[in-house]
């Protein structure tokens, strides 16, 4: 069984910066999709970025241009910088990973995971 720990939430004000981290203990990642959700109270778990074996990163709508995916395989681990955060970017962020057949793209869809993290906490006051 995948375990996932993510790191680096917090409490910050409007504008601020964060950088989550997430490390996997699994034999290997380097074929894995990777990705980054996030959980407000009372709405659904949003993927918000999402990383394929090739680095090819892609960002929700509400995220694009703030934050930026990465990843180093060697560590087997996801990160998440967080820039010019905003209030409705508070919630709990998750990191998930799974394998994908080559030639699939990474899906921003929760059910496209079976590895997840706890979450961390991340908060933004205007």
């Known amino acids: 069984q995948a375990r996932l720990a993510e790191s680096g939430g917090g409490a910050v004000q409007f504008g601020g910066s964060l950088k989550l981290s997430c490390s996997a203990s699994l034999y290997t990642t380097s074929r894995f999709c990777m990705a980054w959700f996030r959980r407000v109270p009372g709405k659904d778990r949003e993927g918000l970025a999402t990383i394929d074996r090739l680095s090819e990163p892609k960002y929700a709508d509400s995220v694009n241009g703030r934050f930026t995916i990465s990843r180093d395989n060697n560590k087997k681990a996801v990160f998440l910088p967080m820039n010019d955060l905003r209030p409705e970017d508070t919630g709990t962020y998750y990191c998930?990973?799974?394998?994908?057949?080559?030639?699939?793209?990474?899906?921003?869809?929760?059910?496209?995971?079976?590895?997840w993290g706890q979450g961390t906490q991340v908060t933004v006051s205007s």
């Open positions: 998930a990973v799974d394998a994908v057949d080559d030639h699939l793209p990474c899906s921003p869809a929760n059910d496209a995971y079976r590895y």
